[in-house]
C-alpha cells in the first residue's frame, strides 16, 4: 500500500506563496505520473497540476503561470509551488499518484491519495 504525505499548508495573504510537498512511501515513485488536486468549501475536487514520470506537466486553466508542479525522484517527493495566491485559492490541497503511464485530469484515474492540507488565503 503506498502512502502519500502532504505537508506545507497553511494560512497565507493574498498575494504571498506556499510550497506544498508530497512524499511517498513507494519506492518506484520515479515510474509514476502524480497530481494535485484540490477541494474548495462545498464544492468538487477538482484537477490543479499534473507531472509524468518523464517531468511533461500538466494545469488547470485557473492557476496556469501561478502554479508550479516539480518532482524529486531521489526524495519521492512532488512539489507544488503557489504564487499569487488568491482568496479563491482556499481549498484543501490532495496529492495523487496515478499507477498507469501517463498524467491525467481526471481524479478517477489516481491510485493512491494523501491526506490532504489545507490551504487558507485571506483577503
Known amino acids: 500500500q503506498v502512502q502519500l504525505v502532504e505537508s506545507g499548508g497553511g494560512l497565507v495573504q493574498a498575494g504571498g506563496s506556499l510550497r506544498l510537498s508530497c512524499a511517498a512511501s513507494e519506492r518506484t515513485f520515479s515510474r509514476y505520473p502524480m497530481a494535485w488536486f484540490r477541494q474548495a468549501p462545498g464544492k468538487a475536487r477538482q484537477f490543479a497540476a499534473a507531472?509524468?514520470?518523464?517531468?511533461?506537466?500538466y494545469y488547470s486553466d485557473s492557476v496556469k503561470d501561478r502554479l508550479i508542479i516539480s518532482r524529486d525522484n531521489a526524495k519521492n517527493t512532488v512539489y507544488l509551488q503557489m504564487h499569487s495566491l488568491k482568496p479563491e485559492d482556499t481549498a484543501v490541497y490532495y496529492c495523487?499518484?496515478?499507477?498507469?503511464?501517463?498524467?491525467?485530469?481526471?481524479?478517477?484515474?489516481?491510485?493512491?491519495w494523501g491526506q490532504g492540507t489545507q490551504v487558507t488565503v485571506s483577503s
Open positions: 507531472i509524468s514520470s518523464t517531468n511533461s506537466t
Open positions: 495523487a499518484m496515478r499507477i498507469g503511464n501517463s498524467a491525467t485530469v481526471s481524479e478517477n484515474d489516481y491510485t493512491y
